[in-house]
């Protein structure tokens, strides 16, 4: 399994950002795609995952700001990013749980106070 990202950037507090990620090759075996972000000198953290079925887990930093989804075909998962804060700042992480994890290259978020 692949996974490209895209879709971070500068954005002011309160500002919007969409990230995507595109999964490819046995893409069948996946059971759950999602996002984890890791911010400078800090561990890598879930940001939110959804399964086959369309279930949802997310931090609860992030809870009631942060959407994601699946396309039709589940190949495809999106990041809605709103009222981002400061913290909201790292590397956001592409992720895919087969029989075993696999990640994306990362995508790098940054918002300004």
């Known amino acids: 399994v692949q996974l490209q990202a895209s879709g971070g950037g500068l954005v002011q507090a309160g500002g919007s950002l969409r990230l995507s990620c595109a999964a490819s090759?046995?893409?069948?075996?996946?059971?759950?795609l999602g996002w984890y972000r890791q911010a400078p000198g800090k561990q890598r953290e879930l940001v939110a995952v959804?399964?086959?079925?369309?279930?949802?887990n997310y931090a609860d930093s992030v809870k009631g700001r942060f959407t994601i989804s699946r396309d039709n075909a589940g190949n495809t998962v999106y990041l809605q990013l709103n009222g981002l804060r400061p913290e909201d700042t790292a590397v956001y992480y592409c992720?895919?749980?087969?029989?075993?994890?696999?990640w994306g290259q990362g995508t790098q978020v940054t918002v300004s106070s």
């Open positions: 992720y895919a749980n087969t029989y075993r994890p696999y």
């Open positions: 959804i399964n086959n079925s369309g279930t949802t």
């Open positions: 090759g046995s893409t069948f075996r996946i059971s759950v």
